[in-house]
């Protein structure tokens, strides 16, 4: 029983992701706080890990986990969870942190408080504000008991009060990793020779208010003339009206160009992480009660098509 | 008149060619039969001379085409002359002196008959000149002046034998036939005036004068004539003209049920206890009357002209479809290849992308001069292409989804569906709550979408100013399922119809009021088949005799608007509802102008049968785009500086018209209002939103 | 192959969502299938057409309405239902998924299915709890499964259209994020006949676990900022927009 706080960060192919400078960040407040320590694990040796401003860096390194395999990486932390038991093991609300932080919740027994935009301390615990209902409602939860996972959505905390460079101490899986019944195969790369939406300055994105493929020529009329590339959201993606390296997003990219001009996108939690960043969001959307419009700089409850076609005549 | 040996041969090849006409028509009912059991059709002798009638004043084709329709009715008399002519012209064969040429003198007739035989003379004369002009015309009209009206988009799904020409090959036949045929007579009849001209045969005493008379001549004459006879018969029922015969059957048989009622997706008659899938893949799912509109198609083009996804370039056309299963069948059943039968509907007569096309404005049946119905196969085929996982629209998959478990296609929440009702100045009963007189049902478009609700709150006020006692059924209300039924989904229609019957069966009311006229259909047509026993009216019904009864009066009229009508498919095709909103419109003191295309002959919004759930779709000019232009063109010739209004009655039509306006850019020359609007205006009611967004 | 899909009846978020003291208003709130739900089931149904096998569809039943869901799985080729009968409109995902662990248990599944995440998993999801209370790995983020003979080759996304390729032997818990092929459309027809030919198995809760998470408050979130909304009409609209791009040298 401490009052430390475990951040459980996230790499791939040698780089780490801005949520885990943000869980470190804010680790950091939250350890000061509770007059704890914040410590930084890295799970996996293929990573520079003297990045973080953390008061401590642990290095799991192990064959085994030289990849992401959900599996070996949960055995780790779980581990590690029991060895220091934390007061606050932080993840993020990702593609890898979802697949560990709710399973050693449920392993450990102890709570887990998910979709979490921001963490305060109270009384001597923590209060976790979580966006759920698909943004619809914030809730307010306090975790019990001596240990408690948060795991929080990209983008709800500075980075750069994460970054720094304290040394991370390298040992060695602290679980036995053999007869592991998950075994990585490969990675698979986003088909090719498609434009890289991250490295554009302007996005003109479409998403389920577009109603088929065949309206996706109009979108791209209108980057065209505006210089810009055609974003989506998911679900234009699933559906296979654009190409997976156009989705942006929490499973898609994540984009900070000087333009983000938004075509029927709701505004989804998921949608926000991959965007936010950018310095101008403009949103059509017929519904004037989309939630993307808290988040637009500006906005107009207007039919997209209407409005792109005008918006053709006038560039 | 023939040797005994001409009799002999006429004898035989009469044998054979009743032969291959037996053949032909035992083969095309013995198809028919392969189909399902129809709806059971009552009374079919009268309807049968009812048709007979029909057909014989050809009124039916009068529908659209006017100038060809009247050459038609000339060939068609011509053609019955013929039948007589025939008759006569074997009589002349095979009996000895048998003459009519000179008053008969030959035959020696009692005197009584003599005036008879002169007009048969006359008529049959003239007649067969007359033919021969006709025939020219639709000749020329088909192969010189080649008439678009008779060919097809390219992207039509075409039997290739259409394709290559078969249907001009068989107009080509019959029409050299019909040329060949009645100069053959005449010039038989021309050879025998051996005494110089017969006043009573004009058109033969001409010939005479020039070729003479000649007793080989005869005979060959007669040969080609009736040889033609002997063969065309049999072709007949092979060809596109079997129509001759099938068409006035198949007008007799015609749907009997209201034109808003859909025939079951699996037959209510089973026949040997067979089991059916709903809908049709094969033709030989289809019910019977279906295959034999097949035969009864004169492949007009008729529908393919008044079908609104045609003119949107959508790979639909009515005409292409008959004609494609006719083609099939034939070849299935005259060709070698039996196991077209077999063959999926949409691999050989109409493809997916055109089932998908169709709006069921029942444009194709209104104007079809024999009583088919496309749009029956097309509703069926759908049904089966949903049964069997067919990949289907997105668009419209979300909207069945919505409506299965939000009881709307717009994805919302079924308690939000009474929340306009909420915002208003009064309450609104609950009529599962509290009796009332009128159930107002409202309908998904009216109740959820942001652009059409203040017409709703407009609806509302005005029956509450006029003191009626209404209410709704707030979250106890569902689609009606007009549509759902048209995109083919029978089990999820039947399905809202439950949830209604139980929402009515909460309620007391004495009648239903709809401000949708697709709900309006559903409603009167075809929950009474579910149990349904309610009035229902629509709400220009409803606004009409409020004004009758004194509790609306117009204090303001409104003689500053110039309006036109649109009369939506599910109001006024399907029911006949053409009076009520014009008659309002007269009391209210506009000026109106009825477009062209008025009432029956309406055209689509290109809304219905599912299409507004779809992904917006190809380029090229939408239905309601050309409608927002044919009334522009009706108030140009009605210059003058009142605002013009496109007056419409239904919430689908609001939003489809106010956007078709916005696309084709005449903002500012025409405005897309709903009646309620101008009701609240003459009678002073406050808040005229017009539809925003 | 057999294999077990747990899904999740949730409040419907298509509207806004109505609270009552510290949680939301069960009562006021239609409930829906989880939308990954539909892709977990399609992948299963996949799977089966592919290499045979069953598929069994079990879900806690909140309010007494899961029937519908359940049939609507049948329509779309499950073999089996089953469903836990709770009556608690409030249960969490500890507790949903500690019974649905119970009832898995004996099923002898090679493959469990979950969707990936839900909209109301405040305290994580089923699919992970699972499979730790079933003792079995669990991957979420997936794509794709293809069934060997006892073990699956599975697409994990990552973030960028990346992703990873892990051959897992069963049994194994998945977190669905997509089929590889959208949702089929179940005719109503069918789904009808279900509900007349078809059994749901019911199985009382067994077992308990907690979130061990307190609601403080639950409400709409605190509008931090909002657009600046443009007005007029489309036209109006787009001129303005352009104006704007221009100003900032963006057009
Ligand atoms: C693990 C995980 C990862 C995910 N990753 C991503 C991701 O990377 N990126 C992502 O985008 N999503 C992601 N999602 C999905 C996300 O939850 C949402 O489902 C998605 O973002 C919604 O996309 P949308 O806004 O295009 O669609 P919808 O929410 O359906 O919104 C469509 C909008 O269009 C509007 N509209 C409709 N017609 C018109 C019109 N004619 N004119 C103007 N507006 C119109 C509607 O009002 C509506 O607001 C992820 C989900 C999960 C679980
Ligand atoms: S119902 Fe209307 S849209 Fe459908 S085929 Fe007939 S004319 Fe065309
Ligand atoms: S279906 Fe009727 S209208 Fe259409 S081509 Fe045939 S006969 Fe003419």
């Not at chain 1, 301390?121 to 619809?136: F, M, P, T």
């Not at chain 2, 998908?356 to 509703?379: H, L, Q």
């Amino acid at each position: 029983m401490s009052n430390d706080i475990l951040v459980i960060t996230e790499h791939m192919d040698g780089k780490f992701s801005d949520v885990s400078f943000e869980l470190v960040g804010k680790a950091k407040e939250l350890a000061k706080a509770l007059g704890g320590q914040a410590a930084a694990v890295v799970v996996g040796g293929g990573v520079d890990a003297n990045v973080f401003a953390s008061d401590s860096t642990i290095q799991v390194d192990d064959a085994a986990l030289s990849q992401f395999n959900p599996e070996a990486y949960a055995k780790v932390v779980e581990a590690l969870v029991k060895e220091k038991s934390p007061k606050v093991v932080m993840f993020g609300w990702t593609v890898t942190g979802m697949d560990i932080a709710a399973w050693l919740s449920a392993r450990l027994g102890v709570p887990c408080a998910a979709y979490a935009k921001d963490v305060r301390v109270e009384g001597g615990g923590i209060v976790v504000s979580c966006q759920a209902y698909g943004g619809k409602l914030t809730a307010e939860v306090a975790p019990e008991g001596e240990t408690a996972i948060v795991a929080c959505l990209a983008g709800s905390f500075p980075a750069e009060a994460g970054q720094g460079a304290t040394a991370a101490e390298k040992i060695a899986s602290p679980v036995d990793l053999s007869g592991l019944k998950m075994k990585f195969i490969e990675m698979v790369k986003p088909a090719g020779g498609d434009v890289d939406i991250t490295a554009q300055t302007k996005l003109v994105s479409v998403g389920r208010g577009i109603g088929g493929k065949e309206n996706i020529e109009l979108a791209e009329e209108l980057a065209a003339k505006l210089g810009a590339v055609v974003s989506a959201s998911r679900p234009v993606v699933d559906a296979g009206w654009l190409p997976r390296t156009r989705q942006v997003g929490k499973s898609g990219l994540k984009v900070k160009p000087k333009l983000y001009l938004m075509l029927g996108i709701s505004g989804a939690p998921e949608h926000l992480e991959g965007m936010k960043g950018a310095e101008l969001i403009i949103a059509i959307n017929t519904d004037k009660k989309a939630p993307i419009f808290n988040v637009a700089h500006y906005g107009a409850t207007a039919d997209l098509f209407e409005v792109a076609e005008a918006m053709l005549e006038l560039l | 008149m023939l040797t005994p040996i001409e009799k002999i041969l006429f004898i035989l090849l009469a044998l054979v060619s009743a032969g291959f006409t037996f053949h032909g028509f035992k083969t095309i009912i013995d198809t028919v039969r392969k189909g399902r059991p129809a709806p059971e059709l009552k009374n079919i002798p009268a309807s049968l001379l009812k048709a007979g009638v029909t057909v014989l004043f050809q009124r039916t084709i009068f529908k659209a085409r006017k100038a060809l329709s009247a050459v038609h009715l000339g060939l068609f008399f011509g053609l019955i002359t013929y039948a007589f002519v025939n008759l006569f012209d074997v009589l002349e064969g095979l009996i000895p002196n048998f003459d009519l040429t000179y008053s008969g003198k030959h035959l020696a007739p009692p005197a009584w008959t003599i005036p008879l035989i002169n007009i048969y003379s006359l008529v049959s004369d003239v007649m067969s000149m007359f033919l021969l002009i006709a025939i020219t015309i639709f000749l020329v009209r088909r192969f010189i002046v080649k008439d678009k009206a008779l060919t097809y988009r390219e992207n039509v799904l075409l039997n290739p034998k259409v394709k290559a020409g078969g249907q001009a090959k068989d107009s080509l036949i019959v029409g050299v036939f019909v040329i060949m045929h009645v100069t053959a007579h005449v010039l038989s009849q021309a050879y025998r005036l051996t005494e110089g001209a017969d006043p009573f045969m004009p058109f033969a005493s001409f010939l005479n004068s020039i070729f003479g008379a000649s007793e080989t001549g005869m005979h060959v004459a007669w040969w080609v004539s009736i040889g033609w006879v002997m063969f065309i018969i049999p072709y007949l029922s092979r060809s596109k003209h079997t129509h001759f015969f099938m068409a006035p059957i198949n007008l007799g048989l015609a749907k009997q049920n209201p034109r808003g009622q859909l025939d079951p997706a699996i037959p209510l008659k089973v026949i040997d206890g067979r089991k059916y899938d709903p809908g049709a893949k094969v033709i030989t799912d289809l019910a019977w009357k279906r295959i034999l509109d097949a035969y009864a198609c004169v492949q007009c083009n008729r529908c393919q002209d008044v079908c609104p996804a045609n003119f949107y370039q959508r790979p639909l056309s009515p005409s292409a479809l008959e004609v494609n299963k006719r083609y099939l069948l034939k070849e299935a059943t005259f060709g070698s290849h039996p196991d077209l039968l077999l063959a999926p509907l949409t691999e050989t007569v109409i493809s997916p992308e055109a089932v998908w096309s169709c709006t069921t404005c029942y444009a194709c049946v209104r104007v079809c001069p024999v009583g088919n119905e496309p749009m029956a196969d097309i509703v069926d085929i759908r049904r089966r292409m949903l049964i069997d996982g067919f990949e289907i629209d997105s668009g419209v998959q979300t909207a069945l989804q919505s409506l299965a478990t939000n009881g709307n296609w717009m994805g919302k929440g079924k308690r939000l569906r009474g929340r306009w009702a909420k915002e208003l100045e009064f309450p609104v009963k609950n009529a599962t709550e509290e009796p009332v007189e009128v159930l107002w049902f409202v309908g998904d478009t009216a109740s959820f979408d942001e652009r059409v609700i203040p017409n709703t709150k407009m609806v509302a006020r005005i029956f509450h100013q006029a003191g009626l006692d209404f209410g709704i059924l707030y979250q106890n209300e569902s689609n009606a399922g007009n549509d759902v039924r048209r995109v083919g989904e029978e089990g999820l229609f039947e399905q809202l119809v439950e949830q209604n019957m139980a929402a009515f069966g909460k309620a007391q009311f004495q009648r239903i009021v709809t401000t949708d006229p697709h709900s309006f259909n559903t409603l009167k047509n075809e929950y009474p088949q579910f149990g349904g026993k309610f009035e229902v009216k629509h709400y220009t019904v409803t606004l009409l005799k409020l004004f009758e009864e004194g509790k609306l009066t117009v204090k303001n009229k409104l003689s500053h608007y110039k309006v036109t009508f649109h009369d939506p498919c599910y109001l006024g095709r399907y029911n006949g509802g053409f009076t009520a909103p014009r008659k309002l419109l007269e009391l209210l003191g506009v000026e109106f102008h009825e477009m062209p295309r008025n009432c029956e002959n309406s055209f689509c919004c290109g809304a219905g049968g599912g299409q507004i759930w779809m992904g917006k779709v190809a380029p090229g000019e939408r239905p309601a785009e050309n409608r927002i232009k044919e009334a522009l063109s009706t108030f140009e010739k009605h210059p003058s500086d009142k605002k013009q209004l496109f007056i419409v009655t239904c919430p689908k039509d609001m939003v489809m018209y106010s956007d078709a306006v916005k696309t084709t850019g005449n903002e500012g020359k025409i405005e897309v209002r709903d009646i309620i609007q101008l009701v609240a205006e003459a009678v002073g009611v406050e808040e005229v939103s017009p539809i925003v967004g | 192959m057999n294999i077990v899909v747990a899904i999740k009846h949730i409040p419907s978020i298509a509207d806004d969502v109505p609270v009552k003291g510290n949680n939301v208003d069960f009562d006021s709130v239609d409930f829906v299938l989880n939308e990954w739900d539909e892709h977990s089931i399609e992948q299963a149904v996949l799977i089966k057409e592919a290499v045979g096998g069953t598929v069994t569809v079990i879900g806690v039943d909140l309010i007494g309405e899961l029937d519908n869901a359940l049939h609507l799985a049948l329509a779309k080729g499950a073999d089996k239902v089953v469903k836990i009968t709770a009556d608690d409109p409030a249960a969490d995902s500890h507790m949903q998924a500690k019974w649905l662990s119970e009832a898995i248990k004996g099923m002898g599944a090679n493959m469990v299915f979950a969707g990936v995440q839900a909209s109301n998993d405040l305290d994580g999801q089923i699919g992970p709890m699972i499979a730790a209370y079933l003792d079995m790995p669990y991957i979420g983020g997936v794509s794709s499964v293809e069934a060997n003979s006892d073990s699956a080759t599975v697409n994990k996304e990552f973030a960028g259209g990346a992703g990873a390729k892990y051959s897992v032997s069963m049994p194994f818990v998945a977190g669905v994020q997509a089929a590889p092929k959208p949702p089929r459309y179940a005719p109503v027809s069918k789904v009808r006949q279900m509900a007349q030919s078809a059994t749901v198995e019911k199985v009382a809760p067994s077992g308990d676990a907690s979130s061990g998470l307190t609601f403080k408050k639950m409400a709409p979130p605190v509008v931090t900022g909002h657009a600046e909304m443009i007005e007029g009409s489309s036209k109006e609209v787009a001129a303005k927009i352009v104006e704007l791009l221009k100003s900032k040298g963006l057009a």
